[in-house]
């Protein structure tokens, strides 16, 4: 389920080591781009958890696909995000694993988004997790 969120500006210092591209977009976005997407994605993920009253893992387990697509006319930067690393039970890995192509998930709560970054605005228009978020109900309202 996706959210509209309100714009929040964030500057830091990202390494993208954690982001991969994935081929086959409409364009294909730059460094520079991904760098200021990346650098606002966490305050407007942790902003939707709080909301939700979801647990997020650790930031840094988790990898960023990215591609650049369009969303209501517009140019974005489609993220999909997930935390988990897709190997079998009891292997344990020394570095992360590099998927050429989307994970698709269709639960597992705060561990699994996407969301769209408007490059032109310079903000996130949505953000949605990946079926129910583990934690308490929504408040009534919400």
């Not at 893992?57 to 489609?78: E, I």
């Not at 705060?110 to 929504?138: E, H, I, T, W």
Request: charged share 15%; aromatic share 14%; glycine share 8%.
């Amino acid at each position: 389920m996706f959210y509209f969120l309100a714009n929040v500006a964030v500057a830091a210092v990202v390494s993208l080591t954690a982001w991969v591209y994935i081929p086959g977009g409409i364009w294909h976005p730059s460094q520079q781009v991904v760098r200021a997407a990346a650098s606002r994605l966490k305050p407007v993920v942790e902003k939707r958890a709080a909301y939700v009253r979801a647990a997020l893992p650790d930031w840094s387990k988790y990898t960023f696909q990215y591609q650049g697509q369009t969303f209501r006319g517009k140019k974005v930067l489609y993220v999909n995000a997930y935390c988990r690393p897709l190997v079998p039970p009891g292997v344990k890995l020394k570095h992360r694993v590099i998927i050429k192509r989307f994970v698709r998930v269709n639960d597992g709560g705060s561990c699994y988004f996407q969301a769209y970054y408007d490059p032109v605005a310079k903000k996130y228009l949505l953000v949605g997790f990946n079926g129910p978020v583990p934690g308490p109900a929504p408040r009534p309202g919400i």
